[in-house]
Structure formats: C-alpha cells, structure tokens
C-alpha cells in the first residue's frame, strides 16, 4: 500500500532563506505528483504537478523535483517571504486506480 | 468564478443527529470526491464519484453516505455521526480523476 511521507513536520526559518521541503513515497508506480499549499481556515491550492515522466516543474520561486525510482520529490523555495507561511501538502496519483494519496504535510513559519 | 462551495463552513452538533454538508461545483467537473483530514494523517479519501450515478468508496467511508443526482452536487451525508467523525472535511472536483483537483475551503465538524 502507498505510503507517502514528509519531513520535517514543521519547520522555521528566518525570511530570505532559500529552503528545500521532502517528499517521499513507497510505490513508484505513480501517475503524477503534486504539491498543494494550505493557508487556515482555507482548502488547498495546486501549486505544482510533475508528471511521472517529467524530472521537475517551475512556477516563479518554486521548483519541485522528482525521482521516481527512489520514491522522493522535493519542493525548493528561494528567497523564502513571511507569505509563504502554510502548510505543504505533497499527493501522489496511482498509475492504478487514480487515487490520490497524501502525505501529512509540513507546517512552515517564515519569520520576519 | 470557478470554485467548489461547501456548506456549512462550521457544525458543532450532537451524537446521533444527522446532517449533511453540501458540495457544489460550477466548473461541469465529471469527478469529485470527499476527504477527511486529521492531525498527522494528512487527507484520506471517504468516497469519490466518476459521474452522475456512479459512486465509490474510499479508505475510510464507513459512517458517510453519498449521492450524485446532479453532476454539480455532491452531499456527504453523516446518519448518525460520532465524536471519532469529528474533523476537517473537504470537497474537490476535477475534469477527471487523474487531473488536477480543485478544493472546497473546507467544513469543520465537531460531533460531542
């Protein structure tokens, strides 16, 4: 059974910093991969999709990678600002029934 | 504006008493799903429907109803709820179930 884990569950840093968020999962027979972020009181927003062929994926100061034989992703922010506070969400869609499974997420503070 | 609408937002209410919370899409989605989500769980999947009439279970359905009389609505309904039903629950829809999902801000549940 799929099996998709984050680390750290939380994480703080001062603004500026550029960061790197984990993702990993047991089964490589994924369709694709995404990451969400989640603000309070709010539903998730798609930030980036990988699909299995592809190696990473870009938006502005985002960059999510993925290797698919070892099972890991990551999600590399630059220049971390105090907006991108929230948490990190990665899911992962089975290549054999399209169900998305989730990680528990990363809780991250960016401090002024 | 494209958006999923659940209501209600928040539901604090009783062992036993039935409730429903809705689900709404306007973006003609054939697919859309319900998830429940719980401190160090992440999201996990109650049930899902491919289309009108075609409903499926999830990991965890057991204690939820649904139903897909329109391809625009679709209500999770909670016959008798419990205190181990109490969470955050949302609603997504996509074009289909391998696409991208796009979140209800969520409802939270409180059953004492």
């Known amino acids: 059974k799929q099996e998709v884990t984050q680390i750290p569950a939380a994480l703080s840093v001062p603004e500026g910093e550029n960061l790197v968020l984990n993702c990993s999962f047991t089964d490589s027979a994924i369709y694709n991969l995404q990451w969400f972020r989640q603000d309070p009181g709010k539903g998730l927003t798609s930030l980036l999709l990988?699909?299995?062929s592809q190696r990473e994926q870009t938006s502005g100061r985002l960059n999510a990678s993925l290797d698919k034989s070892s099972g890991r992703s990551t999600l590399y922010i630059a220049a971390s600002q105090p907006g991108d506070s929230a948490t990190y969400l990665c899911?992962?869609?089975?290549?054999?029934?399209?169900?998305?499974?989730w990680g528990a997420g990363t809780k991250l503070i960016i401090k002024p | 504006e494209a958006q999923v609408t659940q209501n209600p937002r928040y539901l604090i209410t009783v062992t036993g008493k039935k409730l429903t919370v809705t689900c709404s899409q306007n973006m003609n989605h054939e697919y859309m799903s319900w998830y429940r989500q719980d401190p160090g769980l992440g999201l996990r999947q109650i049930y899902y429907s491919m289309n009108v009439e075609v409903t499926d279970k999830g990991d965890v359905p057991e204690g939820y109803k649904v139903s897909r009389k329109e391809k625009r609505n679709f209500p999770l309904i909670l016959e008798s709820p419990s205190p181990n039903q109490t969470s955050l629950y949302f609603c997504?829809?996509?074009?289909?179930?391998?696409?991208?999902?796009?979140f209800g801000d969520g409802t939270r549940l409180s059953i004492l």
């Open positions: 899911a992962v869609i089975m290549d054999s029934n399209y169900q998305l499974i």
């Open positions: 990988i699909q299995s």
């Open positions: 997504a829809s996509s074009l289909a179930s391998h696409q991208p999902q796009h």
